[in-house]
């Protein structure tokens, strides 16, 4: 009998020291790699994500991807989720799923690509997007109007010790209930072309729209940028790194 219980107890003291080695290597990051993205943490081409995960892994995050739909099950014990340019929409069991991890306290992060197939998990979050990207008139990256600085910002974490940061072919955001805010914008003369026309023309859109939207859910955070390039390893210069780190910070404190 005695030799049982010993077994038992080095069974449970290995099991704790499992839970505390696992506790200790900090929040589990996600990446969604199961709605068609093109671009990922693990590839290392100029369009992945690999360097913007080793500075994520570098301020404490435990990265992880996930291939399947998402659940309960799939999101249990996760701190943090990156969804980045999806070709695939969101099922609606899932977009329910997404939004009880935001509102158990879990910290959803998506960046549009193409906006389309994210409609339905925006709009589930009080944000909507552009039918076209936007052009920039000032501060443009090699003389190309959807390259651009982004300059005006809102208080946010997100932005310590950041003058800017730069977009590559950026989507136009907005929210729609109060939720959300819009943290970071374009200049008062950007503008969609709404024609198809790649010119000017009286009847785009011309004003300074959002392209960074954080929110609050239940004991959760939103965080939605409306470009999928800024964080691929082809642009990640120094302003875009800084970003990154942020983001990587802000994930790691959770909310306040």
């Not at 301020?59 to 249990?76: E, M, N, Y």
């Not at 340019?85 to 992060?109: D, S």
């Not at 052009?135 to 003389?143: I, K, M, P, V």
Request: proline share 5%.
């Amino acid at each position: 009998m005695l030799r049982y219980l010993l077994i038992l107890l080095a069974l449970l003291l290995t099991l704790a020291i499992w839970y505390r080695a696992a506790a200790a290597e900090g929040p589990i990051l996600l990446y969604d790699e199961g709605h068609g993205q093109q671009f990922v943490a693990g590839g290392t081409g100029p369009l992945d994500l690999s360097e913007f995960s080793t500075i994520l892994r570098g301020q404490g995050l435990v990265p992880r991807s996930h291939i399947g739909p998402f659940d309960d099950a799939a999101l249990a014990g996760v701190s943090a989720l990156i969804v980045s340019g999806p070709f695939i929409p969101f099922a609606e069991g899932e977009i329910a799923a997404l939004r009880r991890f935001v509102e158990g306290g879990g910290t959803l992060v998506v960046m549009l690509h193409v906006g389309p197939p994210l409609a339905g998990l925006l709009h589930a979050f009080g944000v909507d997007f552009s039918n076209g990207v936007i052009r920039e008139t000032a501060d443009l990256l090699g003389d190309e109007p959807l390259n651009f600085r982004v300059s005006r910002l809102e208080s946010h974490p997100l932005f310590a010790d950041l003058d800017a940061f730069a977009l590559y072919g950026g989507w136009a955001l907005v929210n729609f209930d109060e939720g959300s805010r819009i943290i970071a914008r374009t200049g008062p003369q950007s503008w969609i072309d709404l024609n198809g026309d790649r010119r000017p023309n009286p009847g785009d859109a011309v004003q300074s729209f959002g392209v960074v939207v954080a929110g609050e859910l239940g004991r959760g955070r939103l965080l939605v940028f409306g470009d999928d390039g800024l964080f691929q390893n082809r642009f990640l210069d120094e302003e875009n790194r800084r970003l990154a780190a942020n983001l990587g910070r802000w994930l790691v404190a959770g909310r306040p």
